[in-house]
């Protein structure tokens, strides 16, 4: 199992920038990916960087404005939200696939806790 805390969440503006933090540790993995669950919505896919060789894959709505990194001394990754819109709030999950390099949820298998993200106009 691979341990996740999120980090990093809270109230922004609109237009204005936030970076989440997710800290791994546990088993080894394949993929680490961000999440985001609005009210009554489904889990969607934001973003994910494979963890070999820091691949990146983006959900369309989030191209340009997120960028998903690393910082291998801390285990950690981040993901960097600018130009954040009134359509970005969620509470955003990081996960880990264990074999797989997808935006599809069902290849994750371990979950943090989430983070709230809310955006004021």
């Known amino acids: 199992q691979v341990q996740l805390v999120e980090s990093g969440g809270g109230s922004v503006q609109a237009g204005g920038s936030l970076r989440l933090s997710c800290a791994a540790s546990g088993r080894t993995f394949s993929t680490l990916g961000w999440f985001r669950q609005a009210p009554g919505k489904e889990r969607d896919f934001v973003a994910a960087?494979?963890?070999?060789?820091?691949?990146?894959l983006y959900e369309d709505s989030v191209k340009g404005r997120f960028t998903i990194a690393r910082d291998n001394a801390k285990n950690t990754v981040y993901l960097q939200m600018n130009s954040v819109k009134p359509e970005d709030p969620a509470v955003y999950y990081c996960a880990t696939s264990r074999f797989y390099y997808s935006a599809s949820r069902s290849f994750y298998d371990s979950w943090g806790q989430g983070t709230q993200v809310t955006v004021s106009s």
């Open positions: 960087l494979k963890w070999t060789d820091s691949s990146t």
